[in-house]
């Protein structure tokens, strides 16, 4: 069980931004820099944050420093990943998670950062935070920064919503893991990939072809990670792609069906991932998932 604390942060506390994946400009991110300060945080910028090495927010070598020094500094009480794309998994395993096993600190972002999250929830029982990232902050709605700033404030959310048709019902507790589909089905069989036993699993992505969503959802069933769920909640699955010959099926559709053997709750349409309002929740904690025919709710 996920048991360690992170710290309740509070104005005047440092929090690092860097990148470990995609390459950012300065302009991009200027206003979210500001909001962050609005917040009584000083941000500090990684030293490679701005460099480039073809798309990457540079070299592999150049972003491994950029964790690696947030990781260890002990000023430092969350590091906020600036955006996604690929290659957070390029860095994973040349990092020293040592430092931040004894001293814990908040890692925040969704999308390709679920790498970060899969490997340190799975590895070393330490919670962390699925939430908007700063590249998204311009056109994140209101309740999705409110609840960045909350949780990484101290205060757990509880969050309902819309009930969709496709939903299996019922009530579930367990520890709340998961991330990006397509990240999670990159993982299987490495030393990062979740242990789902009695979780409640979440999922969410973007740009996928319709056939490949049933790819990585046989992949995961495959490998044992759907059967013994406690509960499954799915986020955005955003901007689908189809073939000229349709799939016939909608990427819902596609997960309700690779799911429908088991009994545990299923909810859609869950308000996080690759949307506007994408809201913060942090895995690697115990969450009570209750699925009727008016609504979703879950709450920590």
Not at 92 to 111: E, L
Not at 261 to 277: I, M, N, Q, S, T
Not at 285 to 290: A, C, D, F, M, N
Request: aromatic residues 8%; charged residues 20%; proline residues 4%.
């Amino acid at each position: 069980m996920l048991t360690k604390k992170l710290p309740v942060l509070k104005k005047g506390d440092k929090i690092a931004l860097i990148s470990t994946a995609r390459k950012i400009s300065e302009a991009e991110i200027t206003s979210a820099i500001q909001l962050l300060q609005t917040w009584g945080l000083e941000v500090v910028l990684g030293k490679n944050l701005f460099a480039v090495d073809n798309q990457f927010a540079g070299t592999v070598e150049q972003r491994i420093a950029d964790l690696q020094v947030a990781l260890d500094n002990p000023e430092i009480k969350a590091i906020l990943c600036a955006r996604g794309g690929y290659g957070t998994v390029q860095l994973i395993d040349s990092i020293d998670f040592s430092t931040f096993i004894k001293n814990p600190k908040w890692i925040v972002g969704y999308s390709d950062v679920t790498v970060l999250h899969n490997h340190i929830n799975q590895n070393f029982d330490i919670p962390t935070l699925h939430a908007t990232m700063p590249i998204n902050f311009p056109t994140n709605t209101p309740e999705a920064l409110t609840s960045l700033k909350e949780v990484l404030f101290g205060k757990m959310p509880t969050y309902s919503c819309k009930f969709n048709p496709l939903n299996h019902l019922g009530k579930a507790e367990g520890m709340l893991v998961g991330g990006n589909l397509s990240i999670i089905y990159s993982l299987t069989g490495t030393s990062s990939q979740l242990n789902t036993k009695n979780k409640i699993l979440f999922l969410e992505d973007l740009d996928e072809y319709l056939y490949h969503i049933d790819r990585m959802m046989q992949n995961l069933k495959r490998a044992g990670m759907l059967a013994n769920l406690k509960g499954l909640l799915v986020g955005g699955m955003s901007d689908m792609n189809d073939n000229a010959i349709p799939y016939g099926k909608t990427a819902q559709e596609i997960i309700k069906n690779a799911v429908a053997e088991y009994h545990y709750p299923v909810a859609f349409d869950f308000p996080a991932g690759h949307l506007r309002d994408n809201r913060a929740f942090v895995f690697g904690k115990s969450v009570q998932l209750t699925v009727t025919k008016e609504q979703t709710v879950l709450a920590y």
